[in-house]
């Protein structure tokens, strides 16, 4: 598999092709820093200068490798896949020696930093019910109002695993709709088509 960046991503990084390996080297360390601590100014300013260039150049070569590892590190490129993916964009052979190594060294790092960083959703913890009738009121002398009170506890991993109570409220016709529209959903999630989509995915 090739990895096929946006415009404007490819032309951030084709201007790394423009410069010696020696060079390239340096925009690793600081694509290196910039996974680390983020941008940093000054380095960049000072890149700048030892160019020549505009300081926008810098950074912008700069997140076109870092955002080329993320690309590499989303898909799970193999170093073969990438190795060919670097020298389809235009780099040289030796040029391409150095990004596959810095690719091959922070990968599993940045895996782990990606799926930390990922968006968390509430899971469910524990659900307790208590079922309700109202069989009289004062304009109904004679009525069957059936309600159920759910207490669902939801564990977030984003406080420290804290509990959550939310308390629904329901009559049993929605209820059991609510349960089919869920079923209908599990079933989907199991379906051929859902599990093609998934491995296509990961």
């Not at 308390?167 to 209908?184: A, F, G, I, S, Y």
Request: charged letters at 25%; aromatic letters at 6%.
């Amino acid at each position: 598999m090739l990895l096929t960046l946006k415009p404007e991503h490819k032309k951030h990084v084709l201007l790394l092709t423009e410069h010696t390996p020696q060079v390239l080297q340096d925009f690793c360390k600081l694509a290196l820093d910039y996974l680390q601590k983020g941008p940093n100014i000054k380095l960049y300013n000072a890149a700048a200068q030892k160019l020549e260039v505009d300081v926008s150049i810098i950074k912008n070569s700069v997140e076109g490798v870092v955002n080329l590892l993320l690309e590499a590190c989303r898909y799970k490129l193999s170093s073969e896949d990438f190795r060919d993916s670097i020298i389809s964009l235009g780099f040289s052979e030796q040029q391409e020696i150095i990004l596959s190594k810095l690719y091959n060294v922070k990968k599993d790092e940045i895996l782990d930093t990606l799926t930390n960083i990922g968006f968390k959703l509430p899971e469910y913890h524990d659900m307790e019910w208590r079922f309700e009738v109202q069989i009289a009121s004062r304009t109904l002398l004679k009525q069957v109002a059936p309600l159920i009170t759910l207490d669902l506890s939801i564990k977030n991993s984003d406080k420290d695993n804290n509990i959550e109570h939310v308390l629904l409220q329901t009559d049993p016709v929605n209820l059991l709709h609510l349960t089919q529209q869920l079923e209908d959903a599990l079933a989907e999630g199991r379906s051929q088509h859902i599990r093609r989509l998934s491995r296509v995915i990961k």
